[in-house]
């Protein structure tokens, strides 16, 4: 208890949340980090799981070679890119890492949720003669939305949770507190670090299960478009 108290003590001491070290500035560093690594994440994945859902060809391929990332530590990624050229290009290797981090759950999800789509309802809107871009967007896109956003929301908290290795790499983000803590053999730095990344993690995942509460209805718009 007596470190969970201190940790409380050093997180109500308004000094350590001004500043460039402070709690604002790395918040802002950890989340624009996570936003930058998920937009980049889902050009790359959305795309390719959507078109191989709709066609219905390659999808299991594709999912079972993004998911051998899921088998490889992002950390060790990190460490074998700062060895290469790519090191010398700032937080390079630590998007890249974090990229290919996210990407397998939002690949999975999309590519499961087109392939789930009643195929009644896509045979119905060719039969009303919807080319494929229209029963991609207009159909299937729209019945899909609810497993998209459930791995966007996925890949969103796993970032925010892995996102910390960016001090490791000389990065900002909640993470330089932590590595702070420790160079201090400061535990209270430390366990008050861990609580705001848990924190803002569990905000990002109530943002997205809110969205997600209404993807029901955008579905049912959708099909009724």
Known sequence: MTTLTDAWQ????????SGDDGVWHRLLQHFLLTVVCLVISCLIALPVALVLGHLGKGGALAVNISNVGRAVPTFAVLVLLLLTPVGEY???P?????VLFAVPPLLTNAYVGMRGVDQDVVRAARG???TGRQVLLRVELPLASPMVLSGVRIAAV???????IAALAGGG???RIIT??????STPQVVAGAVLVAVFALLVEGVFEAVERLAPNRARAG???
């Open 223 to 225: 099909r009724g478009g």
């Open 90 to 92: 700032g937080e390079g």
């Open 158 to 164: 796993q970032l925010v949770a892995t996102a910390t």
């Open 128 to 130: 009303m003669g919807m």
């Open 94 to 98: 630590t998007v890249i890492a974090l």
């Open 180 to 185: 702070a803590g420790f160079n201090l053999a």
């Open 173 to 175: 983000g909640l993470g």
């Open 10 to 17: 050093w997180l109500a001491d308004p000094a350590h949340w």
